[in-house]
């Protein structure tokens, strides 16, 4: 088999009101043209895949999101669409719950690169917080990062990693969490799942982000990513059908049924160490209270042999 020609590690670039303040509140039929990201100096980024986001409302919908067009360049600021298009157009879900459109072939943006993007809201109604999300790979020069992988003869068993994130307060921001791998196996993360947003008597949980790092603290996005758009959520199942009619449930006993997916999966040795920051920002009505976060990371326990 062929070694690639470069080494990917997974990556997650956000453009929203953090690089652009435009993107804070997009008027009703406003055009914003030229909002610009510009990727890391370490590294070239592939993109493979697309997501939009805007701040829950009250009610927990992203409604605004129907009106937002886009049309966005290549690396050379060479436009890959005719015209505006809608984004409900251009991906399902607008690529949340850790299944971002793909976008195929990849784009390649070189290190310090331009990812440029124009935006139009055809709504009624202002848009909050608009962010997009542009996951891919870095490229980089084989041994120029920490690339664990696995040993020449192992074994594996399917396992999962529960994150619980206790009492975590309606404006509350912890950085430098530690998760680490038990010293029985290796660990390779391929996915994960994270509590949906949900909201009941006098509780709300929607605005909840992370940034995952390696033991290093490089980053695997360059700002927060939203548990909604990083991992899959238990509140956006596939159905089955059963019986005649038939009805349609949720799959029991097999596990999330969308798992939002890493790629390429992070590997991470036995003993060693991943460093998140979580951060939770609600201010929809409700959120009075601190809130528990579960996060489940899917993947094997790897035994050398």
Not at 146 to 159: D, E, H, Q, V, W
Not at 272 to 291: C, F, L, P
Request: charged residues 15%; glycine residues 10%; hydrophobic residues 40%.
């Amino acid at each position: 088999m062929t070694k690639p020609l470069f080494q990917e590690r997974h990556h997650d670039y956000v453009l929203g009101p953090n690089q652009d303040g435009r993107l804070a509140s997009v008027a009703a039929g406003a055009v914003i043209e030229k909002v610009k990201l510009t990727v890391d100096s370490d590294a070239p980024f592939a993109l493979r895949g697309r997501a939009v986001r805007q701040k829950y409302s009250d009610a927990l919908t992203q409604a605004g999101l129907a009106g937002i067009s886009t049309q966005w360049c290549g690396p050379a600021q060479d436009y890959r669409m005719q015209t505006f298009i809608p984004e409900r157009l251009q991906m399902a879900n607008y690529g949340q719950a850790g299944n971002p459109g793909p976008v195929f072939p990849q784009i390649v943006f070189p290190a310090n690169g331009v990812i440029q993007i124009d935006v139009m809201n055809t709504g009624a109604s202002a848009v909050t917080n608009l962010t997009f999300f542009w996951r891919g790979v870095k490229l980089f020069p084989w041994g120029a990062v920490p690339g664990y992988t696995y040993p020449r003869k192992m074994a594996a068993l399917s396992f999962c990693y529960p994150i619980l994130v206790n009492d975590l307060g309606v404006s509350e921001l912890r950085l430098n969490q530690v998760f680490t791998v038990k010293p029985d196996a290796d660990f390779v993360i391929r996915g994960g799942q994270a509590t949906a947003p949900s909201t009941g008597a006098g509780r709300t949980l929607a605005e909840v982000a992370m940034i995952l790092r390696d033991f290093n603290k490089k980053g695997y996005s360059n700002d927060f990513v939203p548990l909604d758009i990083l991992f899959g959520a238990a509140a956006w199942p596939d159905t089955i059908p059963l019986g005649p009619t038939p009805s349609f449930v949720a799959p029991f006993a097999t596990g999330p049924s969308q798992p939002g997916l890493y790629y390429p999966e992070i590997y991470v040795p036995a003993n060693h160490q991943m460093i998140y920051d979580i951060q939770r920002t609600d201010g929809v009505s409700g959120s009075n209270q601190a809130e528990d976060v579960y996060i489940n990371l899917i993947g094997s326990k790897v035994f050398p042999r």
